[in-house]
């Protein structure tokens, strides 16, 4: 027969092991969500700064803000379809979940990106003019009306490889 020593001590082993588990899982759900990651720099310019990276749409706008096109839009040469895959390369890169859409837009066929942000869920972003359309923007709804869904650069380059081909555009064509 157990004395009760040792039935408590392999209770508190039980619970030992489920608080082990429970750690572990928290630990696991915590860095799939990857609400925050924590870049401390260092140098003369930001001295005692401190960055804070999130997966929100402040964190997509930052990602943005330094991006700019070497050219502007041309239709049929380097358009809003190049762009979204380009951007959308860019994006994915630096670990965000995002979906090239094709759909009427200001009544014109038109490409742009739906990236996954934590606070808003589905947050567009125009890829012509890198704009990160907020859901009080009017604009929003009109961004979510879209025909066709690609969640990959290749599911874009399977449907019409040319549409989606921005290395043969200039300036990254030989």
């Not at 408590?8 to 082990?20: D, I, S, T, Y």
């Not at 979204?84 to 390369?89: F, I, P, R, T, V």
């Not at 890198?130 to 025909?147: A, C, H, M, P, S």
Request: proline content about 3%; hydrophobic content about 35%.
């Amino acid at each position: 027969m157990e004395t009760p020593e040792k039935k408590g001590e392999k209770r508190m082993g039980k619970f030992g092991k489920w608080q082990v588990l429970s750690l572990a899982l928290a630990v696991c759900l915590g860095f799939s969500i990857g609400f925050n990651v924590y870049q401390h720099f260092s140098g003369s310019d930001s001295e005692n700064a401190q960055f804070v990276f999130t997966w929100d749409v402040a964190g997509l706008e930052h990602t943005l803000k330094n991006f700019t096109w070497m050219r502007s839009s041309e239709t049929g040469v380097f358009d809003c379809s190049e762009m979204s895959a380009y951007l959308w390369q860019y994006l994915t890169n630096r670990g965000w979940k995002c979906a090239l859409v094709l759909g009427y837009y200001h009544q014109r066929y038109h490409a742009w990106l739906l990236v996954d942000t934590v606070d808003e869920f589905i947050t567009p972003v125009e890829s012509t003019t890198l704009r990160v359309i907020r859901r009080n923007d009017t604009d929003y709804e009109g961004y979510l009306q879209f025909k066709k869904f690609f969640p990959t650069l290749q599911d874009a380059l399977d449907w019409n490889r040319e549409d989606f081909d921005y290395w043969n555009s200039y300036p990254y064509s030989p």
